[in-house]
C-alpha cells in the first residue's frame, strides 16, 4: 500500500480533514470523565481493598490456597474465597491513597480541613466512601451516554469502516509495531488508522462495554442478579471491573506515549479536526474513505 | 473541502488560523469542564447529606432501576453448603447495658392503633418463619453468604399493619401503594448518657483501626457501613460520636419491606443470634446493602415522611437498593 514517504518540504503540504467534530466531542468529554471515574473508584476500592497480609492471607492472583479465620481459631481453616473477601491482592499501599504532603506546603492547600491539619490531605483517596459513590454514580451516566453516542455516530457516519479492524489486521498490526519499535524499517501504512490502532481503539471501546457491565453487575447484584451471574459473581465481577481499569490506564499510557511520538500535527488533528500531509498521502487518505 | 475555499490563502496559513480558533474553543470547553465540577463540588447537601447532583444522579439510577424491577423478582439463594465464614462488623447501637430478657418491640403507626404496640419475642416466635441463604453485601465492596431465619417481614405486616393515606382499611396484598409509604427502624434507646461511655469509646477506637479489615477480628471496631466509610468521624463533636455509638437508625421505602425476602430475623447460620450479630431480632434485607440490615431492633415505625437513616446522615444513598 504506502509507498510514499512524507515529503520534507512544509510549504508541499495541504489540509486533510481527520477527525469529525463529533468524534472530536467524544473523545475529549471522556477523558475528564474516564480521570473522575477512576479517581472515585479508587475511594470505592480504598474502603474494601483486599489486604496481603503473609499470616493472614496467603492467597496470590491465580491461586486460593488455605485461610485460617482468626475470627474463629477452632474453625475449620478457610479458603480467602470460601471466606468472602475477595481476592486478595494489595496493590495500592497506604502511601497510595494518602501521600504525605511535602513540609513546605501550607496546610490549607493541602489539608481536607483546615481545623484538623493531622487529618487527611485534599487529594487523600481514602474515607472517603461515600464521596466516591457520589461522583462514581453520577459519572457513569456521562460515560455510558458518551460511550453510547460515539458507537451510534460510528455505525450511523460510516467511521466505524475506518477503526474496526479487517481480518488481516492482525498481520499489519505487528508489522506496525516492530516499525515503532524501530525493529523494522518498512513503511507505515497511510490510512486514518493502521491495524494497530484499529485494535487499539475498538478494544477500547469493547473495554468500555465491559466497565459499564461490570459495573451495573457491581452496582444491582440483586435486581440484576443474572448479570452478576455472567460475571461470575460479585466477587469475579469486581476483579474484572478493577483490571479493566488498570488496563484502561495502560492503554492511555502507551496512547499518550504514541501521540507524543508521532507530534503536534497528529495532536493538533484531534483538536482543529485538519491535519496537513502531503498531496500523495491525501490522495491516499480520500482513497481510504 | 469548503473550509479551504472559505480562506484564500496557503494550507499552512489556513491551519494556523484554524488552530487558534480551534484552542480557544478548547481552552473555553476546559474552563467549563472545571466549572462544573466545581460547581458540582460546591454544592449543598441535601437533608441527607448528599450534594444535590449526586442526589439527582441516585434518584434518576433509583428511577431506572425500579422501572427494570419487579418487586416479585428474589435475589439469588443458595445451597448453605455454600456459607462463607461469619463476620462481625458494626456495633453502632449495641450499648453494653442492654438486657436481653427485657427486650420488647415497640410498634408505632399500626392502623386502627392510636397506641404503640409492644410485643416480646414469643409474639414473633409465634409467626410463619422462613430460612434462606443468601448473599449479604457491604457497602464498602465485600460480600458473605449466610442462612437466615426469621419472620418474614410481610407476614409481620399483614398482623401489624400500617395505617393507609386514605384511611381505609389497609391491603397489603392488592393495595400496597395504599399503605404509609415508609417503615423505619432504631435500635432501644440507650441509657442515660453518662452512663454511656464505654460504647463511646467503641466508635473512638473506628478512627485508631484504619479500614484495614485486620480490625474486623476485634469486634469493637468496624461498623456495618465500615469505619473506613464513615468520612467524617473524626471531625464530629463528641456528643454526635456518642449519639452514633448508641443508637442506629434505618429508614425503608414500603415496597422493600415488603419484599418476600426481607426479614425479622433470630437465627444465624443455625445458631440463635448473639447480640454482637443483633439479638434478639435484627433485619435481614437482601435487596439492600449491609447498612440497612439493622441488628437488636427496639422500635418500628411506619410513617406519611421519609425516616431518618444513620448512614444517609453521612453522605450515603438512602435508598441503599442493590
Redesign the interface.
Known amino acids: 500500500m504506502a509507498d510514499i514517504r512524507p515529503t520534507e518540504i512544509?510549504?508541499d503540504?495541504?489540509?486533510h480533514?481527520k477527525h469529525p467534530l463529533a468524534i472530536r466531542w467524544f473523545h475529549?468529554i471522556n477523558f475528564?470523565v474516564l480521570f473522575?471515574m477512576i479517581w472515585s473508584g479508587l475511594m470505592?476500592?480504598?474502603?474494601?481493598?483486599p489486604?496481603l497480609?503473609a499470616k493472614?492471607y496467603v492467597t496470590v492472583l491465580g491461586s486460593d490456597r488455605i485461610y485460617i479465620?482468626?475470627?474463629?481459631p477452632g474453625?475449620p481453616p478457610?479458603t480467602a474465597r470460601?471466606?468472602?473477601?475477595?481476592l486478595p491482592i494489595l496493590l495500592f499501599p497506604d502511601s497510595f491513597y494518602r501521600p504525605l504532603a511535602p513540609k513546605w506546603l501550607p496546610h490549607f492547600l493541602s489539608s481536607a480541613?483546615p481545623d484538623?491539619p493531622s487529618?487527611r490531605y485534599i487529594w487523600s483517596l481514602?474515607?472517603?466512601?461515600?464521596?466516591g459513590?457520589?461522583?462514581h454514580?453520577?459519572f457513569a451516566?456521562f460515560f455510558a451516554l458518551n460511550g453510547l453516542a460515539y458507537v451510534l455516530f460510528l455505525a450511523v457516519s460510516g467511521q466505524w469502516r475506518k477503526i474496526v479492524p479487517k481480518p488481516k489486521a492482525v498481520v499489519e498490526a505487528i508489522k506496525v509495531v516492530l516499525i515503532d519499535l524501530h525493529l523494522s524499517k518498512a513503511k507505515m501504512p497511510v490510512r486514518k488508522y493502521n491495524a494497530a490502532q484499529q485494535i487499539a481503539y475498538t478494544g477500547v471501546v469493547l473495554m468500555g462495554l465491559l466497565m459499564l457491565l461490570t459495573g451495573i453487575a457491581i452496582?444491582?447484584?440483586?435486581?440484576?442478579?443474572w448479570l452478576t451471574?455472567l460475571f461470575f459473581g460479585?466477587?469475579a465481577a469486581?476483579f474484572i471491573h478493577f483490571w479493566t481499569t488498570i488496563a484502561f490506564l495502560g492503554f492511555f499510557l502507551v496512547h499518550v506515549g504514541q501521540v507524543i511520538r508521532t507530534g503536534w500535527n497528529n495532536f493538533?488533528g484531534m483538536?482543529?479536526?485538519?491535519e496537513?500531509v502531503t498531496p500523495e498521502e491525501k490522495s491516499l487518505l480520500e482513497a481510504e474513505a | 473541502m469548503t473550509e479551504e475555499a472559505r480562506w484564500p490563502v496557503d494550507d499552512d496559513q489556513a491551519m494556523r488560523k484554524m488552530s487558534r480558533r480551534s484552542f480557544i474553543w478548547a481552552g473555553v470547553a476546559v474552563a467549563g469542564a472545571l466549572g462544573g465540577l466545581s460547581w458540582i463540588n460546591n454544592r449543598a447537601s441535601d437533608a441527607d447529606g448528599v450534594k444535590r447532583p449526586f442526589r439527582e444522579a441516585l434518584l434518576l439510577s433509583e428511577g431506572v432501576w425500579s422501572a427494570l424491577y419487579s418487586p416479585d423478582r428474589l435475589v439469588p439463594t443458595y445451597d448453605p453448603g455454600r456459607r462463607t465464614a461469619e463476620r462481625v462488623n458494626g456495633r453502632y447501637g449495641l450499648t453494653k447495658d442492654f438486657d436481653p430478657s427485657k427486650w420488647t418491640l415497640t410498634v408505632l403507626g399500626v392502623h386502627g392503633q392510636t397506641k404503640p404496640v409492644v410485643l416480646k419475642m414469643e409474639d414473633i416466635l409465634k409467626l410463619p418463619s422462613m430460612e434462606m441463604t443468601t448473599e449479604f453485601f457491604c457497602i464498602e465492596g465485600w460480600s458473605i453468604i449466610q442462612t437466615f431465619k426469621g419472620v418474614p417481614f410481610r407476614e409481620f405486616m399483614k398482623l401489624y399493619p400500617p395505617g393507609t393515606l386514605s384511611g381505609s382499611a389497609p391491603d397489603i396484598e392488592n393495595r400496597p401503594h395504599d399503605l404509609l409509604p415508609y417503615v423505619g427502624m432504631e435500635t432501644p434507646d440507650p441509657a442515660p448518657a453518662d452512663e454511656s461511655d464505654d460504647s463511646a469509646d467503641d466508635s473512638s477506637s473506628d478512627s485508631s483501626s484504619s479500614q484495614d479489615d485486620s480490625s474486623d477480628d476485634s469486634a469493637s471496631a468496624n461498623d456495618d457501613a465500615s469505619d473506613s466509610a464513615d468520612d467524617g468521624d473524626d471531625e464530629e463533636d463528641p456528643e454526635t460520636r456518642r449519639e452514633r455509638a448508641t443508637k442506629y437508625f434505618v429508614g425503608l421505602d414500603v415496597a422493600s419491606a415488603l419484599h418476600p425476602q426481607t426479614m425479622l430475623c433470630y437465627e444465624l447460620n443455625g445458631k440463635p443470634l448473639t447480640l454482637d450479630h443483633g439479638a434478639p431480632l435484627r433485619l435481614v434485607i437482601p435487596t439492600k446493602y449491609g447498612v440497612k440490615n439493622i441488628k437488636r431492633i427496639g422500635a418500628i415505625t411506619y410513617s406519611k415522611t421519609r425516616p431518618e437513616d444513620l448512614w444517609a446522615k453521612d453522605g450515603y444513598d438512602w435508598y441503599a437498593g442493590l
Not at chain 1, 470505592?44 to 481493598?49: C, K, M, P, Q, V
Not at chain 1, 470460601?82 to 475477595?86: A, E, K, Y
Not at chain 1, 452496582?219 to 442478579?225: L, M, R
Open positions: 512544509q510549504s503540504k495541504v489540509l480533514k475529549w475528564p473522575i470505592i476500592y480504598s474502603a474494601y481493598t489486604p497480609d493472614r479465620s482468626n475470627d474463629n474453625a478457610l470460601q471466606d468472602g473477601r475477595g480541613d484538623n487529618k481514602d474515607y472517603r466512601l461515600a464521596e459513590m457520589g461522583w454514580f453520577l451516566w452496582y444491582k447484584p440483586a435486581e440484576q442478579s451471574r460479585y466477587t469486581r493538533r483538536v482543529t479536526g485538519y496537513l
